[in-house]
């Protein structure tokens, strides 16, 4: 890893952030202020309009841009802006614009207080935490590392659309820019601080019990009920679960029959798994495989869709921590904490591959996917800083 002597110290950047704080913050509320639900295309083309038109007042126009068309799912967007200064290091930043809030709901958003249990202050709104803060930052880091006059690496910014809902369309874009590159920054949120670099592997099965409909009163004996099946099936998938390895599972969403008179005909469960291992992902499948219900006549089908696979702090993204430990050292802040954390995120894809990537690059602050999430903005700063520091050092290949 190649370091340069002219990159701005650490402590600059982040005296830069901080007097900037206020245009970053304004850039994180305009995003907040479009709504981008995960399953409402017009809002999320709209979104993503708005995320480019911001990139590009910031940052000027891109050397190379594309956006990939989403389908059913919303698109994602590569923006490249070559290095400068003979910078020849390749640095993508990736972040997820969609949310999983409905449209309409910022208009009933519940303001928590304003200030913590701490007495620091809170910035609020849907997608603010998660991940609308981490995309700002993303885009100010690379002007700070810029307007220091410091040589800076190619960096591409890949902005997808879906990934609250698995990634289904970006994924391929993910991998192709994360193999261009020579190290990957995910703009996440942290962990009340740290720097994510364990997460879990995510599966999202569809279970769909086929039964015997039959009227309810009359002839209930001929019927064989899907929904009192598939409720066996799903206390069964329940006890699956081994908290102790790092396996959950949860029965989120539950359907079935035509009608109260009739013994139901077809019944489906969703069911998202938690895994910290390759291993336990194995065993999963094998006891769910082996689930049996009572009424022969009920046919089980079960959809083993693994999202995302588990990941670690693999060998190739090591250096990198490293780095950015070394960045944050050098802005006068504490030891850079890392956390294994049971949620997923596109860096799962990336270090699958093999890949050099850190994922909680983004905001400080808590509540994803809960009514009241927040930020902290007195961390703004320290946080741009961090990725314009990494952005600075990321000036040639890691592999060099």
């Known amino acids: 890893m190649t370091a340069s002597h002219t990159a701005p110290t650490p402590a600059a950047l982040t005296a830069r952030a901080q007097d900037v704080t206020a245009e970053i913050v304004a850039d994180i509320l305009t995003l907040v202020r479009h709504e981008t639900s995960s399953y409402d ?20 126009p891109p050397d190379h841009e594309h956006r990939h068309p989403g389908g059913a799912y919303g698109d994602t967007l590569t923006l490249t802006y070559t290095g400068t200064g003979g910078g020849t290091g390749h640095v993508a930043l990736v972040g997820h614009y969609d949310t999983v809030w409905p449209t309409g709901t910022l208009a009933g958003w519940e303001q928590p207080e304003p200030t913590d249990e701490d007495g620091r202050a809170r910035l609020s709104g849907p997608g603010i935490f998660d991940m609308k803060t981490g995309l700002a930052q993303g885009i100010w880091a690379l002007k700070l590392a810029r307007e220091s006059g410091a040589p800076v690496p190619t960096v591409t910014f890949l902005f997808n659309g879906d990934e609250e809902i698995g990634s289904l369309a970006s994924r391929p874009v993910i991998e192709e820019t994360a193999r261009k590159a020579d190290a990957t920054l995910v703009l996440e949120p942290t962990a009340h601080g740290a720097v994510k670099t364990a997460r879990k592997g995510t599966g999202i099965f569809k279970v769909t019990a086929t039964g015997v409909e039959a009227h309810a009163g009359l002839a209930p004996q001929d019927g064989a009920s899907a929904i009192l099946a598939l409720s066996e099936f799903v206390i069964a998938a329940a006890a699956v679960a081994a908290p102790e390895r790092g396996t959950t599972v949860n029965t989120g969403l539950v359907s079935g029959g035509s009608a109260v008179n009739v013994v139901a005909g077809s019944a489906t469960a969703g069911i998202d798994i938690r895994v910290a291992s390759e291993a336990e992902q194995a065993r999963v499948d094998a006891e769910f495989a082996a689930i049996e219900v009572t009424d022969p006549r009920v046919r089980i089908e079960v959809d083993h869709d693994w999202n995302r696979p588990p990941m670690t702090l693999n060998a190739a993204s090591a250096p990198l921590l490293d780095l950015a430990r070394e960045v944050t050292r050098a802005q006068g802040r504490d030891e850079l904490p890392t956390a294994a954390v049971g949620g997923a995120s596109d860096a799962n894809f990336i270090a699958a591959l093999g890949l050099p990537v850190l994922c909680g690059m983004g ?7 809960a009514q009241g999430e927040y930020i902290h903005p007195d961390t703004v700063p320290a946080q741009t800083a961090l990725v314009a520091g990494l952005l600075s050092r990321l000036i040639r290949p890691l592999r060099d």
């Open 363 to 369: 905001a400080v602050g808590d509540g994803a996917h």
């Open 41 to 60: 295309l017009p809002a999320l083309a709209a979104g993503l309009d708005v995320l480019r038109e911001v990139t590009i007042t910031r940052l000027g």
